[in-house]
Structures are given as structure tokens and as C-alpha cells.
């Protein structure tokens, strides 16, 4: 399998863009999903098949694809968004987890 | 609306099986191309996937783990299952079961997956 690779961290100020990348040699060829985990809750499904928003997610979340890179993409920053976020993918039947990115808005 | 609930010792000791069950509501855990999984996430680390079950019975193993590990399907109790054997105070973990939901997007000519319902988790502590 390969590996996902993505920032250990990032802040942003309120209001502003945090924009979080993930990168992995086959992302090309595989939809990615992203999760959001804040502490002490489980992992909730924000981004998948790469540009797709479950519902309930608000619309200042977005992601796009290009090549091997996925980015997911908070417009207007929000305290509430301050949380880990993991991108995930698939390897035949193998699930990828990325190293995760903890973003902090200050 | 679906949920999925663990369930299991918080603690146990090194060399044991450590069993775990996620029970189901909400929905059919037979029910179209749904598949059931585990994922765990060491303390202060990251998620890593143990490995996920059709209702069929069919499984996919992380390779690191699929020595060590069973996952099972009761669908008369809706729930699903999983057996981690020989422990160490390497496995100490949350260990969160999570529904994966699957389809064929005819755009990108591509199979799609995706973890949409999770547990909140339950803690399992490997310590003599």
C-alpha cells in the first residue's frame, strides 16, 4: 500500500481560509474522504468522494482533487471548525488513514 | 437514523483476547453495499483501520494486524464483532466500529467508499 501524507498542524485566524492538503502516489486514481475529529468524539465524516458534502456539513467546507493531492478547504474559519482532520482513501480493500492535520484558529 | 454502539472490557491483560461487539440500530446490517468495520486510535495518535466485514461474512484485514485479528457478523442480533488475540500494552486503544457505504460513480468510472456512521467508541486498556 502507500501512504497518505499530510501537515501535523495549521492555524488559522477566525474568518480567514484554512486550506489542509493530502497527498499520497495513488490518489490520483481513488475518491478521498475527510473526517473531523474533535477531542473526545469520534471521527465525523466532512468530504467524500473527494468534492462531496454529507448533509448537515456547512457549506464553508469544500474539497478538490488534483492529481495525487486532495485538499479540503474551510472558507471563513470558524472557532467550532479548531479540530484534527484526517484524509482517508482506499488501496484495493485497504483502508488509509493520513497522519492527520491539527488545526488550531487563532 | 443509524447508530452504532461498542461495547467491551476496558481492561485487559497482556497475552489475552480482547473481544469487542458493535450493535447495529437503525438499520439492516445486511442491507445493500454496506460493509461494517473497526478502526482504533492509540492515545494521541491517529486512526488506522483494523479491518471491515460484508454481511455476507466476507472480511479485509489491515495486513499489520490479520494475524492477530477475526471480525464476525451475527445478523440476527444485528451487531457485528471483532477479536484482537495476544495483546500487548501496544493495543491500547479506542477502538471505534464504523459503517462503510459503497456504490459505483458512473462519472469517474470509479468505486467509491466511505465512512459515514461511527461509534462513539469504547476504550480498551491492555495492563496486568
Known amino acids: 500500500s502507500y501512504d497518505l501524507t499530510q501537515p501535523p498542524s495549521m492555524s488559522v485566524s477566525p474568518g480567514q481560509t484554512a486550506s489542509m492538503t493530502c497527498s499520497g502516489d495513488k490518489l490520483g486514481s481513488q475518491f478521498v474522504c475527510w473526517y473531523q475529529q474533535k477531542p473526545g468524539q469520534s471521527p465525523l465524516m466532512v468530504m467524500y468522494q473527494n468534492t462531496k458534502r454529507p448533509s448537515g456539513i456547512p457549506e464553508r467546507f469544500s474539497g478538490t482533487k488534483s492529481g495525487n493531492t486532495a485538499t479540503l478547504t474551510i472558507s471563513g474559519t470558524q472557532s467550532m471548525d479548531e479540530a484534527d482532520y484526517y484524509c482517508?482513501?482506499?488501496?484495493?480493500?485497504?483502508?488509509?488513514f493520513g497522519g492527520g492535520t491539527k488545526l488550531t484558529v487563532l | 437514523q443509524v447508530q452504532l454502539q461498542e461495547s467491551g472490557p476496558g481492561l485487559v491483560k497482556p497475552s489475552q483476547t480482547v473481544s469487542l461487539t458493535c450493535t447495529v440500530s437503525?438499520?439492516?446490517?445486511?442491507?445493500?453495499?454496506?460493509?461494517w468495520s473497526w478502526v482504533r486510535q492509540h492515545p494521541g495518535r491517529g486512526l488506522e483501520w483494523i479491518g471491515h466485514i460484508f454481511y455476507s461474512g466476507n472480511t479485509q484485514y489491515n495486513p499489520s494486524l490479520e494475524s492477530r485479528v477475526v471480525i464476525s457478523v451475527d445478523t440476527s442480533k444485528n451487531q457485528f464483532a471483532l477479536k484482537l488475540n495476544s495483546v500487548t500494552a501496544a493495543d491500547t486503544a479506542v477502538y471505534y466500529c464504523?459503517?462503510?457505504?459503497?456504490?459505483?460513480?458512473?462519472?469517474?468510472?470509479?468505486?467509491?467508499?466511505?465512512?459515514?456512521?461511527w461509534g462513539k467508541g469504547t476504550t480498551v486498556t491492555v495492563s496486568s
Open positions: 437503525g438499520a439492516s446490517l445486511s442491507g445493500g453495499a454496506v460493509y
Open positions: 464504523a459503517r462503510i457505504f459503497g456504490g459505483y460513480d458512473y462519472d469517474q468510472l470509479l468505486y467509491y467508499y466511505y465512512m459515514d456512521v
Open positions: 482517508q482513501a482506499w488501496d484495493s480493500s485497504i483502508a488509509l
